[in-house]
């Protein structure tokens, strides 16, 4: 989009009372998957009242019920910073120096105008100049964990762009952070107090023995030799690269076409369920066979499909309500694009039924102890919070594999700082290979599926994602 963006003005924010200071450390689950901030987008209409239409106002109000969230969420205004001093000498391992350095808050104008963007189903692509990013340049020690961009449209609507690094908290967390948030400028009190102790998911501790050797599965297939024929058309290290080979689509899922799918599903198959499919589960499970035939991958190619898991209730006790970090576990589930898509759609739903109910109580503190073994956890990462550091990533989605994950149930609507509900929201960007499922901001029971892949294989997706649903 080639309206102009002005950046008016950056400031720091930081809590508006004295908070603990200190160290505090991550579980090891904070500490693999992706490391970088995680953007959203929040699009608000223009505001009704006249008061709320200087353009000092609105931004205003946001930085004082921010320095006030601030308090709660303290590990927010931090700063992340390598054990013994850089990442090889503490095995890619961070810890959270709780200093309260605050967060950066930009403000921004655009001649832009919401309907300009189209909705939800505008390619996120299109709304990169909405949401801040790391300067990863810096050392980490000096990259706020949080950044805040503020833009406001030639037509009076606002857009509200958050990026958490990912090592601080994960979508539920930054969630309830954004509703408490929000209460706090209605001037309204914090409803669910952040629980900041991370030393319930084993942070700081020493390991027990492992159960399982590898039960975290994090080590994803290759293409086959015969397959080399699409490797020019493969996502490479190098980010212009990416952005190159790459297009980021955005699907939506019509109840009734979900409704189409999970019957499918329930109908079909070796073994019939003893309960009806999810929402995640079918989509999951089409997503992957979809990618498969797009890609035109061999029937004896291996193939994994990266899902999120969330631990909170997974656990014996489950994780204090409010917990503030990291909950969500990554694990692989794999096949043979063969049997993908020649078997049924349940079967395929099935597996990834199975492969999540693993995540038990012994599972996840297997998988942490495995973890807390490993000399260097960078291996277990699909990138890196500081370039000059970075390692070769082993662990990304890319062609034969694709990652899914959902926000089908994160609070992520209804969240009004005082001039209404937003109209729509969208991830600010999307890593190669991988998908997010987000319930349509209708309500309707709709889902958007907004996914990332290469470009020579988006038409053929998308022909395959509606043909394949009847």
């Not at 106002?57 to 004082?64: D, P």
């Not at 190098?238 to 019957?263: C, G």
């Not at 034969?400 to 109209?423: C, M, Q, R």
Request: glycine share 6%.
């Amino acid at each position: 989009m080639a309206a102009i963006m002005r950046l008016n003005r950056c400031t720091t924010v930081k809590p508006s009372a004295p908070t603990w200071e200190g160290c505090l450390p991550l579980s090891e689950i904070d500490l693999v998957g992706s490391m970088k901030h995680i953007p959203t987008i929040s699009f608000y209409p223009p505001p009704s009242q006249n008061w709320l239409t200087s353009d000092d106002t609105v931004s205003n109000l946001l930085k004082k019920s921010l320095s006030q969230a601030l308090v709660h969420f303290y590990p927010l205004a931090g700063r992340l910073r390598w054990i013994s001093g850089s990442s090889a000498a503490g095995g890619g391992r961070l810890e959270l120096d709780c200093n309260s350095k605050g967060v950066e808050f930009i403000e921004a104008e655009s001649e832009s105008k919401l309907d300009d963007f189209g909705g939800v189903l505008t390619p996120v692509t299109e709304y990169h100049n909405l949401f801040p990013t790391g300067d990863y340049s810096l050392p980490i020690h000096d990259i706020p964990v949080m950044l805040v961009q503020l833009t406001r449209f030639s037509c009076g609507g606002i857009s509200l762009g958050l990026a958490i690094a990912h090592a601080v908290c994960d979508g539920q967390s930054a969630f309830h952070f954004v509703s408490e948030w929000a209460s706090l400028t209605r001037s309204e009190p914090v409803k669910t107090t952040p629980y900041l102790d991370r030393k319930v998911l084993g942070a700081g501790e020493l390991a027990s023995a492992p159960l399982h050797d590898d039960p975290t599965g994090y080590y994803l297939p290759e293409l086959l030799p015969d397959n080399d024929h699409d490797r020019h058309h493969e996502v490479k290290s190098d980010n212009s690269e990416q952005k190159s080979t790459v297009e980021t689509i955005m699907l939506r899922l019509r109840k009734d076409d979900l409704e189409k799918l999970r019957k499918k599903a329930k109908d079909s198959g070796e073994n019939p369920p003893n309960r009806s499919y999810t929402r995640f589960e079918v989509v999951a499970a089409h997503v992957w066979r979809c990618a498969c035939k797009a890609r035109k991958l061999r029937a004896e190619q291996p193939t994994s499909l990266g899902v999120c898991v969330d631990t909170r209730n997974r656990v014996t006790p489950p994780l204090p309500k409010g917990y503030f970090g990291c909950g969500a576990f990554d694990l692989t589930v794999t096949g043979f694009s063969g049997e993908l898509v020649s078997k049924p759609l349940a079967n395929v739903a099935c597996k990834i039924r199975e492969k999540v109910k693993q995540v038990t109580n012994d599972f996840v503190w297997s998988a942490v102890d495995y973890l807390k073994t490993q000399p260097d956890l960078t291996m277990f990462r699909s990138d890196s919070l500081e370039l000059c550091e970075a390692p070769t990533p082993k662990f990304y989605y890319e062609n034969p594999n694709i990652g899914a994950v959902s926000w089908l149930t994160l609070p992520l609507y209804g969240h009004d700082f005082g001039w209404g509900k937003e109209i729509y929201m969208v991830p600010g960007e999307i890593e190669p290979e991988s998908s997010f499922f987000i319930p349509d901001p209708r309500g309707d029971g709709s889902i958007i599926v907004a996914l990332c892949l290469q470009t020579a294989h988006v038409d053929s997706f998308k022909k395959h994602f509606y043909n394949d649903i009847v």
